[in-house]
Structures are given as C-alpha cells and as structure tokens.
C-alpha cells in the first residue's frame, strides 16, 4: 500500500521559475526521503529528512517536514530543463518495520525552456 | 562496480513462458530491494534481502514470483507462466545496510513486455 501521497501529480513550469511539491503520509516516521526518476532511468536519492529535523538545503533543493501535520515539500529553485523528471517521497515506518521505504505515487514535473 | 547494474535491460516474452531479471547490487552492500514499477506509477516493493538473513516476500504478488540471493551478491528474480499484467519495470536498489535512513541506490531496471 502507498503512504505517501505527493501533490500536485504533475507540474509544468517555465526555466528558471521554482518548483513545489508536496508529500503526505500516514504513520509517524523515523525518516523522509526524496528521488528523483529520470524517464527509464532508476530512482537517484537526492535528500533524507529525519522527523527531528524542520529543514534541510542540497545545493537548489530545499526540504521541509512538518510531523504535526505529516508532510513534506519539495522545492527546486531556479528550475531549469534538465530538472525535468519524476519526483518521489518515501518513508519508513516508525512503528512498523523500518527497513523497508513505503513510496509515494511521485510528481511528474516539466521544466520548459 | 559503480552502481547497481540490472539485465537484461529490456525483455520481450510470450505469456506463459518463464522470464528471469538479474540484479548486480554495488558491492558491501548488504540490502538489496526488488520493486515493481508499472507505467506512471510508483514504486510497488516486491521483496527485500538482508545479508543471510530471511527474506521479506511480502510484497510477492504470487506464488509464481520468487527471487534468490546468494549471500551479498548477485540476486535474480523469476517470475514463472508469464501474464500480460506482469509487465512493468521491475527495479533492484540496494543500501550498504537496511533502514529508512538509508538511501537506496537503484539500477535502471528491465522493461519486461509480455504479449
């Protein structure tokens, strides 16, 4: 079954405007994490959030987790065309088995040059 | 190797015959996690492998799914009597050890078509 769920499911912007997604789960986590898909490519792991953190940057990507309310947004800044891609959450489960990530159903986004 | 390598990268079979997709996870890592992508959906886990330990099938859809590995190497996944349901993207990752805060490195998977 899926926890996460991310909205919007797919997005179109234009080059160099920011992008927000969004994801929301059901159970309390230990752990967020965000991917990123490339069309027939694998998934390549661009953030992890722990539920004791509020905030984290990679370089344009900003991260929030918001536990009250479980979810967590995405934020790609200055977007350009090769942002173009799938973005996915996972969690784990805090009260469950932990070793495995419960994913999302992913946000398509398109980056127009 | 550098990453997680899958193969074949795409499979064309008849229903009903037997397909088997190979998973070559990076080396030391001890978890490895087959997924099931159909098309413009998520990620659907499949099962999970931890060194020698049991393996967690309880994502096989049926019993004519199986996978094996030997120890933290090579894993292999079969899926026996082909249907035309069973096409999608199947996906390997592995995590140098198991845990949600852990990433996942993930192969480009094999496209299986079933006609």
């Known amino acids: 079954s899926q926890q996460g769920e991310e909205d919007p499911q797919a997005l179109s912007i234009q080059e160099g405007e920011n992008a927000t997604m969004n994801c929301s789960y059901k159970?309390?986590?230990?752990?967020l994490q965000w991917y990123r898909q490339n069309s027939g490519r694998g998934l390549v792991h661009l953030i992890l959030i722990r539920s004791n953190e509020r905030e984290k940057h990679s370089g344009r990507l900003r991260v929030t987790l918001d536990t009250s309310k479980k979810s967590s947004s995405l934020l790609i800044t200055a977007s350009r065309a090769a942002d173009t891609a799938s973005y996915f959450c996972?969690?784990?489960?805090?009260?469950?088995?932990?070793?495995?990530?419960?994913w999302g159903l992913g946000t398509s986004l398109a980056v127009n040059p | 190797g550098a990453g997680v390598s899958q193969s074949p990268s795409n499979k064309v079979t008849e229903k009903g015959k037997d397909v088997e997709l190979r998973c070559d996870p990076i080396?030391?890592?001890?978890?490895l996690y087959w997924y099931r992508q159909r098309l413009g959906q998520g990620l659907e886990f499949l099962i999970y492998f931890q060194g020698n330990s049991a393996p967690d099938k309880s994502g096989l859809p049926s019993d004519r799914f199986s996978a094996e590995r030997t120890g933290e190497s090579v894993s292999t996944l079969t899926i026996q009597r082909t249907q035309q349901e069973d096409s999608a993207v199947y996906l390997c990752a592995s995590s140098l050890v198991p845990g949600g805060n852990q990433p996942q490195h993930f192969g480009d998977g094999t496209r299986l078509s079933i006609l």
């Open positions: 080396s030391g890592h001890t978890a």
């Open positions: 159970t309390s986590i230990n752990n």
């Open positions: 996972a969690t784990d489960d805090w009260a469950g088995n932990n070793r495995k990530l419960i």
